[in-house]
């Protein structure tokens, strides 16, 4: 009977074993993922870009007034007097309400340094900036001399934009892909293929405002003609990538 019993236990054994095998060459054989068979194609990755030029519409500008005085408070009450000036000269000017935005406030302690002796304070500075953004370019010289003759003794930069970029981006799309199809069947047919589809497709880039131009200080303008401003213009540019599959 323990020999019977024996027996039957090894041929259970080699039923289970053989089972196992037989799941494992049934893996092993079984059909490859969508996945692998892209990585089994013949695939080429490419890069491109798209670029159109536009005239911008818009410019954002700071506009600064700085103030000096023995104490703080007077500082501070003569630098907000001109600047109150210099806001109304914008608005005057056409400039909204909400284009126009605070961008700096500071109050700093002025000192006298001597060799060999402790600096002496010999007054306060106050500075205030304002960002202010046109949407009529027409008027940028004009703002900019208004403000100037206002009271305002710095201007800190400008920068030209796009008060909606989407039809440039768009068209810059369009250009991307059209040189990223165009190099794809160059590369294929170099190499005796031919472009069977697209797998991947990413994009990168667009549009970003250009940082503001460093301009100058400014005293105050008595000349009768207005500030030259050339607003030119500026590049809207899409990146793409992309994988396609090559087929003979």
Known sequence: M????????????????TVGMTGVAAA????????????RATTISLSA??????????????????????TAAEAMRLNAVKMNQVIAALKKGGIADRDI???????NPQYVYVENQPPRL???????TVTVVVRDLTKLGQAVDATVNAGATNVGGISFGLQDSSAAEDAARLEAAKALQRRAELYAKAMGYRVAR?????????YSPPQPMPMYAMAR????????????????RIDVSATFELVK
């Open 122 to 128: 010999s007054g306060y500075q106050a500075s205030n």
């Open 198 to 206: 697209l797998v991947t497709l990413s994009e990168g880039g667009g």
């Open 101 to 107: 935005q605070t961008s700096g406030l500071s109050l």
């Open 221 to 236: 303008m008595d000349k009768a003609e207005s500030t030259p401003v050339e607003a030119g213009e500026m590049k809207v």
């Open 2 to 17: 323990k020999a019977l019993f024996r027996a039957a236990a090894v041929s259970a054994l080699l039923v289970a074993g």
């Open 49 to 70: 870009f798209g670029e159109v030029r536009q005239r911008p519409d818009q410019a954002t500008i700071s506009l600064g007034v700085t103030t000096e005085a023995p």
């Open 28 to 39: 092993q054989t079984a059909p490859a993922s969508a996945a692998d068979t892209v990585f």
